[in-house]
């Protein structure tokens, strides 16, 4: 059988269920994804805070912001098959934070890794 039958089998079957069975199926993954990412900007940037770099508010309000952007993406569409980018990318912002334009760059390369 064609591979692509099989996915498009698969997502029909998908579809017809009750949006409430889709979120049942796809939530526990949203939600993991969202503490792993609230997790490892923690982790990654809390050496700066402790040095007084970086204030507790600006991490806070960056990890808002990527829960934020990551939300807008279907669940459906989140792939967390690129963690290793996620983080690499959070490592690198953690000196910029306190620059909007370039937070909020960060926020969509974060984001749209997620996205498939």
């Known amino acids: 059988m064609d591979p692509n039958q099989i996915i498009s089998s698969g997502i029909d079957v998908y579809n017809s269920l ?68 996620v983080i690499k990318a959070m490592e690198e912002s953690r000196y910029q934070l306190n620059e909007d334009d370039i937070r909020k760059m960060y926020v969509n390369l974060i984001a749209s890794t997620v996205d498939n």
Not at 33 to 39: F, M, R
Not at 52 to 61: E, Y
Request: hydrophobic content about 40%; some cysteine.
């Open 18 to 85: 009750p949006l409430s069975t889709q979120e049942a199926m796809l939530n526990p993954a949203a939600k993991t994804l969202g503490e792993a990412l609230d997790g490892a900007t923690t982790v990654i940037c809390s050496p700066l805070i402790m040095l007084g770099t970086v204030s507790k508010a600006l991490l806070k309000k960056f990890s808002t912001e990527i829960d934020n952007k990551i939300n807008e993406i279907p669940s459906e569409n989140r792939d967390i098959s690129k963690l290793g980018l």
